[in-house]
Nanobody
Framework: QVQLVESGGGLVQTGGSLRLSCKASGSSLHYYSVGWFRQPPGKERRGLACISKYDGTTAVKDFVEGRFTISRDNTLNIVYLQMNSLKPEDTATYYC?????????????????WGQGTQVTVSS
């Protein structure tokens, strides 16, 4: 069973960048499609991007496309979320999870694995 741990969150000013990491243990990420989600305080969790286990194809939701990029390093067993040009509305807890990944973005089920989340705060 794979376990996921996110890191890389923190406090950043508007316009800044962060790179989040999703480190897997217990199994290779090579066997999973992985997605990133975020949940602002008091709001629903929302999918951001995913990367396919089959060919590394990525999908990024349109509301963060051009600013967020997802990638993976199978050697290190890490999936990254590079976030540029950050805005205060990007403030949220960010999660990675095993998912189904299509051109429409990540979808999760009750059988998928989640990390514990990492907090991102963007100051204005």
């Amino acid at each position: 069973q794979v376990q996921l741990v996110e890191s890389g969150g923190g406090l950043v000013q508007t316009g800044g960048s962060l790179r989040l990491s999703c480190k897997a243990s217990g199994s290779s990420l090579h066997y999973y499609s992985v997605g990133w989600f975020r949940q602002p305080p008091g709001k629903e969790r929302r999918g951001l991007a995913c990367i396919s286990k089959y060919d590394g194809t990525t999908a990024v939701k349109d509301f963060v496309e051009g600013r967020f990029t997802i990638s993976r390093d199978n050697t290190l067993n890490i999936v990254y979320l590079q976030m540029n040009s950050l805005k205060p509305e990007d403030t949220a807890t960010y999660y990675c999870a095993t998912v189904s990944c299509s051109k429409y973005g990540p979808e999760y089920s009750n059988y998928d694995t989640w990390g514990q989340g990492t907090q991102v705060t963007v100051s204005s």
